[in-house]
Structure formats: C-alpha cells, structure tokens
C-alpha cells in the first residue's frame, strides 16, 4: 500500500505544473469541439492529435490524447441535444430524449444533465481503473500464448456481435477483413514478407493511424457531405446549471449507468456507444417513468451520458494491463503508448507502475475541465455548430490528409488513408460496422504472433489451446457467443426452456 501511495504521489507531482494546466484546459477544449461536430469523431480526434503530440514529452501527450478522447465524447452530446446527430456513435442514445427536451426549450438544462452525467460517469469509470488494474495486470501474467490468441479471437467475436446486433454476420466479416489487412508485410517472428507482391512500402504493412484516419476520418467527411445539413432546434438556451436535486434524484440510475457502462468498456472492442445503448435500456426496463423514454426523460439522457463516459476509463483498463484496446478511440491511445515508449501489458504494474496511476490522474484533469468548460461555454459553443459544413468539411480533410504524413513523411501513408477511407465509406453504406475492422487490424498481429509462438511452444499440439484453464473458458465463452447468435439455436434453447415446467409438474 506504501509503495501504491509513493507511485501516486510522484505520478501527482509530475503533473503540478503550468504547462499541465494550459494542455489540460487546452485539449479538453479542442476535444469538445471535435466531439460537437457531426462527422470528427473521438477516433479521429485522438489520432489527429498523436501525429501533433510527437514531439511531446510522453506523459504531456498522452495528457493531451485522453482530455481530447474524454472531452469529444462528452461533446457529442451538444448536436445530440441540439441537432438531433449524435456528434460520436458514442451520443447516438443522447439523441432519443435530448433532441425532444430541446424542442420542449429545455436544451440548455439538457447540456448540464448532460454534463454533469458525463462528469460522474467518467469518475465512477475512474474509480474502477483504480481498482481493478493492479490485480487485472496480476492476473495477466499468468496468460501464456494460447490465452492472448483466444483473448483476441474473442475480442472479434464479441466487437461483430456488439457493433452488429441486428446482423452479427457483418460484424464479423468486418473483423474477418481487419484481420486479412492485418497480414500484409513482415510477419513478426522470422520477417517474411507476406502479400506484399514487390511492393517496398507494403512490406512494412498497414500503420495503425493511416487507417483510422481513413475509416473514421475521411469515410466520415464523405459520409456528412453525402447527407443534407442540420438544423438547430434553438439558438436560445435556459438554465444550464442544474440543481443538485435534479441529480441525485436519478441516483440508483447513475450508478447504474456506470457500473454497466465500465464493465461494457473493459470487454475489447466494444467501446462507449455500446456501453450508452445498455445504460439506457437498463434505465427504462427499471424505471417507473418508463413511458416518458423517448419523449424528454430527464433519467434516460442521465443513463446515456453517464453510460457512454464511464466506458472511457473502463475502456483504458485493457489497454493498461493486456495491452489490448477496450474501444476505437482507445485503440488509437493505446498505438500512441508505443509510439511515446510506453509498453502497456502484463508487465506495466512491474515496469511502470507510476504511469498507471499517472493515466488516473490524466482522467481526473480531463474529467474536472470537461465539467467546467461544458457547464461555463455552453452558450459559445453553440456558435460552434452555426458553422457550415462546407467550411469545415474541407479542413477536416485537409487535416485528414497532413494527419497520417506528418509521423512518418511517407506518401504511401496518404494513400492508405484514402483507401481505407473509401473502402470504409462503402462498408458503411453497406450497414458494415467499423470497430471491428479496427479492432481486427490492431488484433491481428497479437493474434498471428501468439498462435505460432503457441504452436511452436506446443511442438504442433493443439489440444494445448483446449485444455488449459483460462483458455477454456475464453474458447467457451466465444463458443457460447456464435452459438447465441444463430437464430435456430436460440429458438431451440427457448423451446427446451419452455418444455421444462410442463414436463416438472406431470405426473
């Protein structure tokens, strides 16, 4: 415990600075704009942002990526209320009952709900990071090649079943397509190059940050500029404040929201915008104003925004103890640890255990200036979304375009990002999910190496993968998943259950 406190408080120290402030207020700032306009996602903010931070001292840019991740999911939450777009997939359940309270000339109390839920999702999600790292990072030394491969296996399969509930199929056939894109360039273990066809820069294979900018970057702008313009519901707003009443009398509801809304974020690959749509629907299968859902309810915009916040932190365990992404914007923060030497995994708490405790504190700062930015430039920032998207479109792309050349000055990283930017404008088109397209990209090396590394270890032996405990249970519970999903199957599960009274009470 000494030793805990010791890590905290230098953690703390390296932060007390002027410098901390400015990026803190800054970034927080930056990201709540980014979060408030249709079509700049957190995703794309945060991976903006790393090319930016390059020449940053490391903990000063992570600082910044994680109050510009929390701060953009918290300003999806302004079009949400205010236009009726969810400003980050993450605001997409804000949308149901701020947009009403908006047209009933509430949006300016909807902003606070909103904020001050956000703020206390965030905290709670904080609270868990805490305490669940350590002993997650403890746990994670115990996995071996074979639990890593059936970690990242279930990762895809649960990111296609969460992204994708109405057609699971596409999910995982998008997570199918990150993994295959994955492959191209050297293998990791002996460097063979693999479907690169001759060609010197795809040996190298796909960076992570060309292709995100391109799936939520440019397959974004295309997407807006596809769509006709919003419209504000009002330009004039009422009491942003909120009374302490109006907060607490939804209590059980918040910590609801964020105890769902951080175990939603600690699954990988599943992120906030799940993480918002269970808050939410847990609130209304629990409420007793379940009829006013949908229509205004002050208790459904606290369970989205309360949701969708908590997911961040819990979204960053994984990131901290496996080194595995809880979410998209989580993934991009996790490559911008390696990029700034971080080494997140396993390891961390033995290695670095002062950066664990450093992110809780970043999430902290975040937290307190997305709360008084939000509630004291509620009025600014509606100017914010007057501006058209013919004017931001452009710059967005632009930034899209310098974004993935400015870390490694090559031009075949332009052209990946347009690539994967078209390809991820006519997935979306085709109602395709594109988390776990992602998340199969950032698996798929995790997932070559340790099936090899395992088969290797195994002598060939694949009843290894089978046999040993924790891998058993990962390949279980991804068995029950697929299985799950199959109409027949859960038609046929259904049938046993209903058989089973009948059969108790006969004679």
Request: charged share 10%.
């Amino acid at each position: 415990m000494t030793s805990q406190l010791d890590h905290f408080l230098a953690a703390l120290a390296s932060f007390a600075s002027f410098a901390t402030l400015f990026n803190v207020l800054g970034a927080t700032f930056i990201g709540i704009v980014i979060g408030a306009l249709p079509g700049l996602t957190a995703t794309m903010g945060v991976a903006l942002f790393t090319t930016l931070t390059y020449t940053m001292e490391p903990n000063q840019a992570i600082l910044v990526l994680i109050c510009v991740y929390v701060g953009a999911i918290y300003g999806g939450s302004r079009s949400a209320i205010l236009l009726n777009i969810p400003g980050t997939p993450a605001n997409a359940a804000t949308t149901l009952d701020g947009f009403p309270l908006a047209q009933q000339g509430r949006a300016g109390f909807a902003m606070g709900i909103a904020t001050t839920s956000s703020a206390i999702g965030t905290l709670i999600g904080i609270v868990f990071l805490l305490l669940l790292a350590p002993p997650l990072a403890e746990l994670a030394l115990r996995f071996q090649s074979y639990e890593f491969f059936w970690l990242a296996v279930f990762g895809i399969v649960i990111a296609g079943l969460m992204c994708a509930a109405d057609d699971p199929l596409k999910g995982w056939i998008a997570g199918i397509l990150g993994l295959l894109a994955a492959m191209v360039g050297q293998e990791t273990i002996h460097a063979y190059e693999r479907f690169s066809y001759g060609v010197t820069d795809l040996a190298g294979g796909f960076n992570l940050i060309p292709v995100l900018v391109g799936v939520f970057g440019l397959a974004e702008v295309l997407t807006v500029m596809r769509d006709p313009p919003a419209v504000l519901a009002t330009t004039k707003l009422d009491r942003v404040v909120p009374r302490l009443s109006d907060i607490t009398r939804y209590w059980r509801t918040i910590i609801r929201s964020g105890l769902i809304g951080t175990g939603i974020g600690i699954i990988p690959g599943v992120g906030e915008d799940i993480g918002a749509w269970v808050s939410y629907a847990a609130a209304r299968r629990a409420s007793k104003e379940a009829h006013l859902f949908g229509k205004g309810s002050v208790e459904g915009l606290t369970a989205a925004e309360t949701g969708n916040n908590a997911a961040i932190p819990g979204a960053i365990i994984p990131v901290l103890t496996l080194g595995i992404p809880g979410s998209a914007p989580a993934a991009v923060l996790l490559a911008a640890m390696f990029i700034h030497g971080v080494r997140p995994g396993p390891l961390i708490m033995q290695e670095a255990p002062e950066f664990v405790y450093g992110t809780v504190i970043m999430l902290v700062l975040a937290t307190l200036a997305m709360a008084f930015l939000g509630l004291a430039l509620a009025r600014p920032l509606l100017y914010v979304l007057r501006v058209p998207r013919h004017v931001m479109m452009p710059i967005v792309f632009v930034l899209c375009v310098i974004g993935p050349f400015a870390i490694s000055q090559r031009l075949f990283d332009v052209w990946v990002m347009v690539g994967f930017g078209l390809v991820g404008f006519v997935l979306r088109e085709m109602k395709y999910p594109m988390a776990p397209l992602v998340l199969g990209v950032i698996l798929g090396d995790i997932l070559d190496k340790n099936l090899r590394r395992a088969l290797t270890l195994a002598d060939g032996d694949v009843s290894i993968f089978f046999t040993r405990p924790i891998s058993a249970v990962l390949w279980g519970l991804t068995l029950l998943l697929i299985l799950g999903a199959v109409p027949q199957v859960r038609a046929l599960v259904a049938r046993a259950f209903r058989r089973r009274p009948r059969s108790a009470s006969a004679p």
